[in-house]
């Protein structure tokens, strides 16, 4: 029980590795508040947890909105008093080749992707600064590091997300808060698949493992930041898997 009795603010709660996320930490004793665009589905979260004897407080919030993010880090502390971790998973990705992307598909993967980030987790950090401590995970991607044709504008977020991972572990050491980041490599989650319809099974065959991970193993990781794994490990980028070639 990595987590019990810690407050746990998760993004992109709804689906993917944010709803395994919601779902495991709430199992191990966490106070889960569960934020995501889609009110429906943190609700079926919350039902969910509830059933199995957790606890998760639905927030519906747009990442990309700054307002909403502040509203989001108010809403908890005046709730529960305090962030001890941060899980990060909200994102958009669309394949679309480069040279085709519009202003539009720029801006809007820039402003969920990357903007979003910096709004959380600059009002998380000061919260978590005034506190003494906390833990910040964020969901980051290899394409960060190694560009993309089809997702120039994916890889773009992922890779600012990595420096701001790394810039906000330098800013926030002294205050006992630790960030790290994780690239999950292929995994079956609704966003992945959605990206690759039509390639699905080929990607995968693809992969150094020739298998997709599953959400909920890339939480188990998340989980192990959370805990003692995260206690002295700051300013990371954890690949669940090498690439090819690399």
């Known amino acids: 029980m990595l987590v019990r009795d810690k407050v746990v603010v998760i993004t992109g709660a709804a689906s993917g590795i944010g709803r395994a996320a919601s779902l495991l930490f709430a199992a191990e004793g966490a106070t889960v508040v ?11 979260l919350q039902n969910e947890v509830a059933s199995s004897g957790g606890t998760a407080s ?7 909105d700054a307002a909403q993010c502040k509203a989001l880090v108010d809403f908890t502390a005046a709730e529960f008093g305090r962030i001890d971790v941060l899980v990060h998973a909200a ?16 801006r809007r993967t820039l402003r969920v992707n990357l903007d979003g ?43 600012g997300m990595i420096a701001l991972t790394k ?11 630790t960030v790290n980041g994780i690239n999950p ?49 700051t300013g990371q980028i954890l690949g669940t898997r090498i690439r090819h070639g690399q």
């Open 34 to 44: 569960a934020a995501d665009i889609d009110p429906a589905g943190i609700r079926a």
């Open 58 to 64: 639905p927030f519906a919030f747009d990442v990309g």
């Open 91 to 106: 994102g958009i990705c669309a394949a679309r080749p480069i040279l085709e992307l519009s202003d539009e598909d720029w």
């Open 117 to 159: 980030t910096f709004y959380l987790t600059r009002d998380v950090g000061k919260l978590m600064a005034e506190l003494g401590g906390g833990t910040m995970i964020l969901l980051t991607s290899d394409r960060g590091v190694y560009g993309s044709i089809d997702y120039a504008h994916y890889a773009a977020s992922k890779g």
């Open 167 to 177: 810039s906000l572990a330098l800013a926030l050491g002294k205050f006992g808060v």
């Open 185 to 233: 490599g292929m995994t079956d989650t609704p966003l992945a698949r959605g990206a690759n319809p039509e390639n699905w099974d080929k990607k995968v065959a693809a992969d150094v493992l020739g298998k997709a991970s599953m959400p909920e193993e890339i939480a188990q990781t998340m989980l192990f930041l959370a805990g003692t794994g995260g206690k002295y490990t």
